[in-house]
């Protein structure tokens, strides 16, 4: 066996290490997600829904989600992508502080200041 062949066969072993390693790990994360799916947490669809989940359903596949008060749509279970915690109010405050500021004293240009069918000419002088 040369070292091209030996090379060779290091890569694929380090890619096969890491394919099991990634699946591995992404299969912990989808049960830590289903761990904390249960009725009464707030969650995300895939499609940006956010509701709290009201019944799950493990032979159909269907999630409860209620939407608004009284307002209660069924989608498949699939389509739940995470569980909202609690630290989206604590970003939402972050960014607050990284807001640019307005400055009030700058002069504004609204609409009745711009003429859209004035043109402009030049002057020599």
């Known amino acids: 066996m040369g070292p091209l062949e ?15 390693r990634n699946s591995r790990k992404r299969r912990a994360d989808m049960e830590q ?3 904390k799916m249960v ?17 799950l359903d493990e032979d159909a596949n269907i999630a409860t989600i209620e ?6 749509i069924r989608v498949h279970r699939q389509t739940l992508a995470r569980v ?9 405050d972050e960014l607050d502080e990284h807001a640019p ?4 004293a700058a002069p504004r240009l ?11 000419k030049k002057t020599d002088d």
């Open 6 to 20: 030996i090379v060779m066969l290091g890569v694929l072993g380090l890619l096969i290490f890491f394919m099991v």
């Open 33 to 35: 997600l289903q761990n």
């Open 39 to 55: 009725p009464g947490a707030e969650v995300m669809t895939n499609f940006g829904l956010f509701g709290t989940l009201v019944a």
């Open 67 to 72: 939407v608004s008060p009284g307002s209660t």
């Open 84 to 92: 909202v915690e609690d630290t989206v109010a604590d970003s939402a």
């Open 101 to 104: 500021v307005i400055d009030e």
């Open 110 to 120: 609204n609409e009745s200041s711009v003429d859209p069918g004035r043109e402009t």
